[in-house]
């Protein structure tokens, strides 16, 4: 069992920036894909970025080049900076721990933080 945290949610104003952190409990976090989702009132989950073991990267079109995804090993710990943050990037935002093992899949998430983007 895989616990995940996240923190780094509040408020800001649009155009502003925030970081939120990841910690995961797994003492083998670095065989982990990680991936950063979000959900908005009355719309599904959706994939924000993700961050495979080896360091690969992907994102959403539409936070391409406003939106970072990193891990920290060392630190059990995976990271998302948000610059340039618009209205519509207000949701909760949840984290994502997957890693598939003796050909079963392993899926964890956490509980969410909110980030509301609002002048």
């Known amino acids: 069992q895989v616990q995940l945290v996240e923190s780094g949610g509040g408020l800001v104003q649009p155009g502003g920036s925030l970081r939120l952190s990841c910690a995961a409990s797994?003492?083998?976090?670095?065989?982990?894909?990680m991936g950063w989702y979000r959900q908005a009132p009355g719309k599904q989950r959706e994939l924000v970025a993700g961050?495979?073991?080896?360091?690969?990267?992907n994102y959403a079109d539409s936070v391409k080049g406003r939106f970072t995804i990193s891990r920290d090993n060392a630190k059990n710990t995976v990271y998302l900076q948000m610059n340039s943050l618009k209205p519509e990037d207000t949701a909760v935002y949840y984290c994502?721990?997957?890693?598939?093992?003796?050909?079963?899949?392993?899926?964890?998430w956490g509980q969410g933080t909110q980030v509301t983007v609002s002048s």
């Open positions: 994502k721990a997957e890693r598939i093992n003796m050909g079963l899949r392993y899926v964890y």
């Open positions: 797994a003492s083998i976090f670095s065989r982990y894909a």
């Open positions: 961050v495979t073991s080896g360091n690969s990267t």
